[in-house]
């Protein structure tokens, strides 16, 4: 079973008076793409946000494969990886130095670590420019590096396979 099924119920959000996220509902099953629309403002990015554990909710549910995500806020950190919408990567480090330095933050142990930095190059085509400064990268290449900085956690292994599969040809 695939550890990203979603479930969300009721989901609120409150800044003040101001309802950014006006009680909406939703699942995403084994196997589903699913796009997040609306125009700006309408509180996608809230959303995300609360999905990964970087808001709070006002009220609702929120479960990933049937945990709750606001009880066990910390367990479903390691589980999921987030893309932000804004680039996070430091351009003043190498592609690798930005991978090390996510898995040190996962506590990965360092065997395995280096393994999955090497892992996350090779699939995402970034090996011969592992040890390059960032800022010397393309945009899609900044781009890819930072969904290898999503997909470095524990189970990388199953997107990252998918990942090259429908991306990578």
Known sequence: MCLFLLEVKNLRKFFGKYEAVAGISFTINE?????????NGAGKTTTIRMITTLLPPTSGEIKIEGINVIKNGGYIRNLIGYVPQA????????????????????????????????????????????NRIVKEYSGGMVRKL?????????????YCRTFKRIFIK
Do not use: C, M, W
Not at 99 to 119: D, S, T
């Open 31 to 39: 196997g589903e793409v699913f796009g997040l629309l609306g125009p």
């Open 87 to 130: 680039l996070s990567a430091d351009s003043t480090l190498t592609g690798y130095e930005n991978l090390l330095i996510v898995a040190k933050l996962l506590r990965l142990p360092k065997k395995e670590r280096e393994e999955r930095i090497n892992h996350i190059l090779d699939i995402l085509n970034l090996s011969e420019a592992a």
């Open 146 to 158: 930072e969904i290898g900085q999503a997909l470095i956690h524990k189970s990388s292994e199953l």
